[in-house]
């Protein structure tokens, strides 16, 4: 079964500093996306990457996609405080599967003002 | 901006008991999802659900669990015989499209379920 898996576990920095997240996969996937979890909240949709795309760009988000080596980096630029979450990636396979997600672990990131 | 809502926020509940859990998914959203997240651990997938029926459902989502869409807005998990280690955040989620490159899940806050 696909499994996403993120590292580092958690990541501490300053605001204005760059964040920079990474996650493995195991199986072939249509997508790749990334969630952001607040404290005690629901996920929020961040971005979604095709597996034929290489990169992708949402405001200060930069997303990649290496599908041979079944990995993508979420880099957050000019990180606030307010980016203080946790981030998940998520993988879907086929869609006739009812295109459920397989999460990974997520990276608790903390961004200190 | 049209949400995905859940309720009750926390839920607590003797093992053994029954538990409905509900969802308010997006009003012109297809595809429905249970995924639920023990504290300290991934989000896990429970169940889909699409056209009045179930289309795929993970181990975890053993014969205790069922789903139901009993009208038009409202989508329910029932757990019949609570367990301790069903404590956890079970999150209801709603997509739109059908295409592959569209699969965005939109999540809600969460039902915490606390079985003592």
């Known amino acids: 079964s696909q499994q996403g898996e993120e590292d580092p576990q958690a990541l501490s920095i300053q605001e204005g500093e760059n964040a920079t997240m990474n996650c493995s996969y195991k199986t072939s996937i249509n997508n790749l996306q990334w969630y952001r979890q607040n404290s005690g909240r629901g996920l929020v949709h961040l971005i979604l990457?095709?597996?034929?795309?290489r990169e992708k760009h949402s405001g200060r988000l930069r997303v990649t996609l290496d599908t041979s080596k079944k990995s993508s980096s979420l880099l957050i630029t000019a990180s606030r405080a307010a980016d203080t979450a946790s981030y998940f990636c998520?993988?879907?396979?086929?869609?006739?599967?009812?295109?459920?997600?397989?999460f990974g672990q997520g990276t608790e990131l903390s961004v200190k003002p | 901006e049209p949400e995905v809502t859940q309720t009750p926020s926390h839920q607590v509940t003797q093992m053994g008991q029954e538990v409905i859990l509900r969802c308010v998914p997006i009003s012109n959203h297809l595809y429905f999802y249970w995924y639920r997240q023990i504290l300290g651990q991934k989000v896990e997938f429970l169940v889909s659900f699409y056209n009045n029926e179930i289309s795929e459902k993970s181990e975890i989502f053993d014969d205790q669990f069922s789903v139901e869409r009993p009208d038009g807005s409202n989508f329910t998990l029932k757990i019949r015989s609570t367990k301790l280690e069903d404590s956890a955040m079970y999150f209801c989620a709603s997509r739109r499209d059908r295409l592959v490159a569209k699969n965005i899940q939109y999540f809600g806050a969460g039902t915490r379920l606390s079985v003592l």
């Open positions: 990457i095709r597996s034929n795309e």
């Open positions: 998520a993988t879907d396979a086929r869609i006739d599967q009812g295109g459920k997600l397989i």
